[in-house]
């Protein structure tokens, strides 16, 4: 019976587990591949396992790229607010309207998001002459993150 009954609390912890670790799985996205978009902040979602940075694109002018006749969106899933807010990218920090970059790693179907590969620059409301770089913003995520 005790067997029996050690069993069954095995397969209900395993059960209750496999969501965590299908949760943190980042193989929906092609980790191989790295690209860079520039954008226009629309909103920062804190939140306890991952935040994201939504955002409209613009080109290295500030200009919007267009989409199927309207305005690109996309997103990127970042850590933890708590692990962000460590590197001051905070509600406040990132407020609408901010000019961002970041380096991403694309979904694998292609569809307009992406998980943070190490690169958050912000550049404030107006977009610098030649675009949101390095050298002409702030950078708020390094390689190390």
Do not use: W
Request: with cysteine; proline share 3%.
């Amino acid at each position: 019976m005790i067997m029996k009954n050690l069993f069954f609390a095995f397969v209900v912890a395993a059960v209750m587990a496999a969501p965590v670790y299908a949760h943190h799985s980042f193989a929906m996205y092609d980790q191989t591949v790295t690209k860079t978009l520039s954008g226009k902040l629309t909103r920062y979602v804190p939140g306890a396992n991952h935040a994201q940075l939504l955002f409209v694109v613009v080109d290295n002018d500030g200009n919007v790229v267009m989409k199927d006749g309207k305005p690109m969106q996309f997103g990127v899933e970042t850590g933890s607010a708590i692990a962000m807010a460590r590197n001051n990218v905070t509600v406040k920090t990132m407020a609408e309207g901010t000019f961002i970059t970041v380096r991403f790693y694309p979904l694998r179907d292609g569809r307009d998001f992406g998980a943070l590969a190490g690169m958050l620059i912000t550049c404030g409301k107006a977009m610098p002459h030649g675009g949101c770089t390095e050298q002409t913003g702030q950078r708020m995520i390094g390689d190390s993150f």
